[in-house]
């Protein structure tokens, strides 16, 4: 069974930083490409980055880019996002999605639980 | 302001037919990449119900049909059933953007 365990969410204040992480059990981690998506409170899906299997066709929103880094660990089958210059925009439910190909192009079929980014003064 | 543009809300009786559209453009459903559907319930995570425009993961009733025309997609609900009150979203992938998107959501009640 699929399972992907966030962790790292937590209030920040703006302008400061925060790493997420993404633990995968269940399928063959470094076969899949891993996806960030986050939702505020109360509002719709928004992707926010991308890696595929071997850490190449990485992507990310206009929303994030210069701010967001993602990158993965295939050893440990963990995915990470460095979220720099934290705004209050930023602050959502953050899912890890896996995707159904090596990158992301047929869709995400295993989601995590969620970890929640509160970013206030 | 999504890329993909869904009804924000769409109803119907127990046992009848709801269908929810998602408009793209040129440079995503209509450049050829598959749209997906997902399903998300109060509070819990979304789920993939459609891919490659109208194929269902194992486990998903045949009730839920998606389809791909141009630059639009939706999904059909046929027999709606109480439990199938949720967000419903579309993706793909948007080649200006170079990343992948999600429509706006359509949040299906049953009457």
């Known amino acids: 069974e699929v399972q992907l365990v966030e962790s790292g969410g937590n209030l920040v204040q703006p302008g400061r930083s925060l790493r997420l992480s993404c633990a995968a059990s269940g399928f063959i981690f470094d076969d899949y490409g891993i996806h960030w998506v986050r939702q505020a409170p109360g509002k719709g899906l928004e992707w926010v980055s991308g890696i595929g299997w071997n850490s190449g066709n990485v992507a990310y929103a206009d929303s994030v880019k210069g701010r967001f880094t993602i990158s993965r660990d295939n050893a440990k089958n963990s995915v990470y996002l460095q979220m720099n210059s934290l705004r209050v925009e930023d602050m959502a439910f953050y899912y890890c999605t896996k995707a159904r190909d090596s990158v992301g192009y047929s869709g995400f079929d295993g989601w995590g639980r969620g970890t929640l980014v509160t970013v206030s003064s | ?111």
């Not at chain 2, 819990?44 to 119900?49: C, Q, V």
């Not at chain 2, 891919?51 to 141009?70: A, H, I, L, M, W």
């Not at chain 2, 992938?93 to 049953?110: A, H, P, Q």
């Open chain 2, 1 to 111: 302001q999504s890329v993909l543009t869904q009804p924000p809300s769409v109803s119907g009786a127990p046992g009848q037919r709801v269908t929810i559209s998602c408009t793209g453009s040129s440079s995503n459903i209509g450049t050829g990449y598959d749209v997906f559907w997902y399903q998300q319930l109060p509070g819990t995570a979304p789920k993939l119900l459609s891919y490659g425009n109208f194929n269902r993961p194992s486990g998903v009733p045949d009730r839920f049909r998606g389809s791909k025309s141009g630059t639009s997609a939706s999904l059909a609900i046929t027999e709606l059933q109480a439990e199938d009150e949720a967000d419903y979203y579309c993706q793909t992938y948007d080649s200006s953007l170079s990343g992948w998107v999600f429509g706006g959501g359509t949040k299906l009640t049953v009457l």
